[in-house]
């Protein structure tokens, strides 16, 4: 089972509906982050949250909000689509810390969002 | 505010040829430099940091200050290292998260 799961993988959907991308992870990390990845563009942040009380905003937040409903889950919602949100979203964890692995993120599969 | 360039967004190489893919940052303070790679039909992972240096896949970068660079450097590209990489900055103080550059797609050329 993959450490870090997304759902659902590809979504069609309408301008102006409500989606929401869900993640869940069992990677036991505290830190948790939803960025879009387009052509040329590369990965930009759109949210992050270092721990379940905790919720910041990336660069790109405008038109996104996030829940942190437990250690292991982290959503990401457009209330309103509009087509230039058309991308591949990625959720990623990290566990902070002087060890080896601190700041590697660890990334889900992608959810691929496509808004008509 | 931290940024990470990435200058060529397509660099082809012919098979067993020196590859070197480049990566300039901004920071004013001391950051630290990531290589992350995505393969076809893979997730996204981590290649190097500049602080294990190790040499990954055949792979190294060092980090130059004074020069603000984390170029990714490989003396003989083999087919395998086809894919879309990116380079990536975190600040070791205040918010700590990570900022990736616009990423480079290497193609190997057989």
């Known amino acids: 089972d993959a450490d870090v799961t997304q759902t659902p993988r590809n979504r069609i959907t309408k301008t102006g509906k409500r989606i929401m991308l869900e993640c869940s992870q069992t990677k036991g990390h505290d830190r948790m982050y939803w960025y879009r990845q387009d052509p040329g563009l590369g990965l930009r942040l759109i949210y992050y949250?270092?721990?379940?009380?905790?919720?910041n905003k990336g660069e790109i937040s405008d038109g996104y909000s996030v829940s942190r409903q437990a250690q292991a889950k982290f959503s990401l919602s457009l209330e309103s689509a509009i087509p230039n949100q058309t991308a591949l979203y990625f959720c990623?964890?990290?566990?902070?810390?002087?060890?080896?692995?601190?700041?590697?993120?660890?990334f889900g599969a992608g959810s691929r969002l496509t808004v008509l | 505010a931290q940024r990470v360039t990435q200058p060529e967004k397509l660099l082809s190489v012919f098979k067993g040829a020196p590859v070197e893919l480049k990566c300039n940052y901004s920071?004013?303070?001391?950051?630290?430099l990531f290589w992350y790679v995505q393969y076809s039909r893979q997730r996204l992972q981590l290649l190097l940091r500049h602080i294990s240096r190790e040499s990954i896949k055949g792979f190294t970068a060092d980090l130059n200050k004074g020069e603000t660079s984390f170029h990714l450097k490989k003396p003989f590209a083999q087919e395998e290292d086809s894919a879309m990489y990116y380079c990536a900055l975190i600040s070791n103080f205040g918010n700590e998260k990570l900022t990736f550059g616009t990423g480079t797609r290497l193609t190997i050329i057989p």
């Open positions: 949250s270092f721990d379940v009380k905790d919720i």
């Open positions: 920071y004013s303070g001391s950051p630290e």
């Open positions: 990623a964890t990290s566990d902070p810390g002087r060890n080896s692995g601190a700041n590697v993120l660890t």
